[in-house]
């Protein structure tokens, strides 16, 4: 579950969010939608304590994390959250195994198993091909499975996906949204933050939260 | 030590291959030089020390105007008489230009049967047996034997008299000191041809060797010398050995390594400080952070490249410096540290292996690094990653 209580986040010069609540259900998929710059990537980013409110409370798998040191802050995303960022922010000299098994790395998972794990997921998503390939030389689409494969190997009950389908063709999009409802099968918290009304209206959604300024 | 991390930190210096072989270069040429000062100046006060083992516990020289003079050999006979003085001699030794070498030879004049060498002798030198029974003879170091039967072909030696004389002696033996330096440039004789060759006129000495029973009454028989021969200069064998050590300018040896160290390191630094906080680092580490890095777990990777580079430049360094200073020489940096004794002849460098600085070295470079290279990733890694990653 994911629940924002009266959630201000200041800048210097910018307050991207104001007195935002909301709440969502384990198991529950939910999109924000909203034009950009209206506060979607920041709702993500508190979510995933990348950040810290400046006031307000969060909520997240049942922990407080507005006020989450730094240490506790990594490790509850390790335990309880998966990342798919716009940009997907994989690591571009690294192979595409490296970049899927990069957040066990830290973990005491046998190196053997994380690789197996990480390959077994890249079956799934259909990237086993391009295991040894350095994932700066990949396309989109792929680097987009890659992104994925990496928010999910920890096994995380909640998934945050921020414009997931900003880069992708119509085609590809399709093939996101059968993964987002394999992931919403598996009964992880899904939230998608999004403007392209083809996500929007796909149905995917059991919640759709409009974060409009 | 987690081995995801440090496979990690292998690949991620394999992505920014060329920033850690830039370092690895600098770091290498840091240690290589550091490395060398230490093996050559091992050498030299391993070299240094081999002949200040033999300096008597006391000399008494005649010093004029800051000049050396023979001094009176009929001093022994007051000297001899200071309680706690158990043997003193007159000593008999100089250089002697050896043109063809364009060196200076050392001349010593002893008595094989003098107290301070009669067992010393038997052991040290080698095919003597004539010498007892011959007027003149020479014993050289090995090195030099060697050079002069290479010259000559025979086993004598005409030295030049101040008088413009000649003075033929044959080589009666060989002796190996440790020293190189002795080896190639020291030549023993009988006291009366030493003294011929030097110039020395019967009744003087260069100086006069004083052999204390008890050390630790040493300082005071230099006191009560220096008081009973006010022209004269009293050294004792510690303030000799002391002064020895600054023979082949230490000091501005270990000017030259602080300096070269504090270069490098400021240069390794300044560009770690300047690289390591640029946006596509901090990315990475916000990266790192938002898959579920602690802010430790980022300082191992990056401490794991700090060792993997150090390491790297340590091994590459080290076996460097052995064959820079051991197998060719040291060229260039051997003549700065020999500094004033470039009339001696050329010698080997003796091998020394100085561990305890060669473990400073690494002491004293790789935290400098490690803390540039740590601390701004430190920094990246407790700051907000979402600044990061906008």
């Known amino acids: 579950m994911i629940k924002f209580t009266s959630v201000t986040k200041k800048y210097k010069d910018v307050t991207p969010l104001e007195n935002f609540s909301m709440d969502i259900a384990a198991g529950e998929t939910a999109i924000l939608s909203g034009r950009s710059g209206s506060g979607k990537t920041t709702i993500l980013a508190l979510a995933a304590a990348l950040t810290r409110p400046t006031s307000g409370n969060i909520e997240v798998n049942s922990k407080q994390t507005a006020k989450l040191p730094e240490e506790f802050a990594s490790l509850f995303r390790r335990e309880s959250v998966g990342i798919i960022f716009q940009n997907y922010n994989l690591m571009p000299n690294l192979t595409t195994l490296d970049n899927v098994t990069l957040p066990l790395l830290p973990t005491k998972i046998p190196f053997r198993q994380q690789r197996e794990r990480a390959f077994a997921l890249m079956e799934k998503l259909g990237i086993a091909d391009k295991a040894k390939t350095i994932a700066g030389r990949l396309s989109g689409g792929e680097q987009q499975r890659i992104a994925i494969a990496r928010a999910l190997i920890n096994n995380p009950p909640v998934v945050l996906a921020d414009e997931p389908t900003s880069n992708l063709d119509a085609k590809l999009t399709e093939n996101l949204l059968e993964i987002f409802a394999g992931i919403k099968a598996e009964g992880r918290t899904l939230l998608i933050a999004t403007h392209d009304k083809v996500v929007t209206e796909s149905g995917i959604a059991d919640k759709i939260i409009r974060t409009e300024l | ?390």
């Not at chain 2, 370092?23 to 091992?42: D, G, N, P």
């Not at chain 2, 022994?76 to 002697?96: R, T, W």
């Not at chain 2, 090195?143 to 030696?157: E, G, H, P």
């Open chain 2, 1 to 390: 030590m987690k081995a995801g991390l440090f496979e990690f930190a292998l690949c991620s210096m394999s992505g920014r291959r060329s920033k850690f072989i830039f370092v690895y270069i600098i770091l290498t040429l840091l240690m290589l030089l550091c490395f060398s000062v230490f093996f050559i100046t091992a050498s030299l006060r391993a070299e240094s020390s081999y002949g200040s083992e033999a300096v008597p516990d006391i000399s008494v020289t005649m010093n004029r105007g800051g000049r050396n003079e023979l001094i009176s050999t009929s001093r022994v006979d007051d000297i001899i008489l200071i309680p706690g003085v158990q043997y003193a001699e007159p000593a008999y030794f100089g250089l002697y230009r050896f043109d063809y070498l364009k060196a200076n030879l050392t001349v010593v004049g002893i008595d094989p049967f003098a107290q301070q060498y009669a067992q010393s002798f038997e052991k040290a030198v080698k095919r003597h047996k004539n010498i007892l029974t011959q007027e003149r003879w020479m014993i050289t170091g090995n090195k030099l034997a060697d050079t002069l039967k290479a010259i000559y072909n025979r086993d004598a030696f005409s030295f030049a008299k101040p008088d413009g004389t000649y003075l033929e002696l044959p080589v009666a033996g060989t002796f190996s000191p440790q020293s190189q330096l002795m080896s190639a440039s020291t030549v023993l004789t009988d006291v009366e041809s030493a003294k011929e060759i030097l110039g020395i006129p019967d009744g003087k000495a260069v100086q006069i060797s004083v052999y204390v029973g008890n050390p630790e009454e040493t300082d005071t028989i230099a006191q009560k010398l220096s008081v009973m021969f006010p022209d004269t200069e009293v050294t004792t064998k510690a303030v000799k050995q002391a002064s020895v050590s600054n023979l082949f300018d230490f000091s501005s040896g270990i000017f030259m390594l602080v300096f070269s160290v504090s270069l490098f390191t400021f240069f390794i630094i300044v560009f770690d400080r300047a690289a390591g906080l640029n946006m596509e680092e901090r990315r990475e580490i916000a990266v790192l952070k938002a898959v579920g890095y602690t802010p430790s777990d980022i300082i191992k990777v990056r401490f794991y490249e700090t060792l993997i580079t150090a390491i790297s430049s340590f091994i590459t360094a080290l076996p460097l410096a052995l064959f820079y200073v051991y197998c060719v020489q040291a060229p260039l940096l051997k003549s700065i540290f020999i500094g004033y004794s470039y009339m001696r002849p050329d010698f080997v460098l003796p091998f020394v292996f100085p561990a305890k600085e060669i473990a400073l070295t690494f002491m004293a470079t790789v935290p400098v690094y490690a803390a540039a290279v740590i601390i701004p990733a430190w920094r990246a890694s407790v700051t907000d990653a979402q600044e990061s990653l906008r």
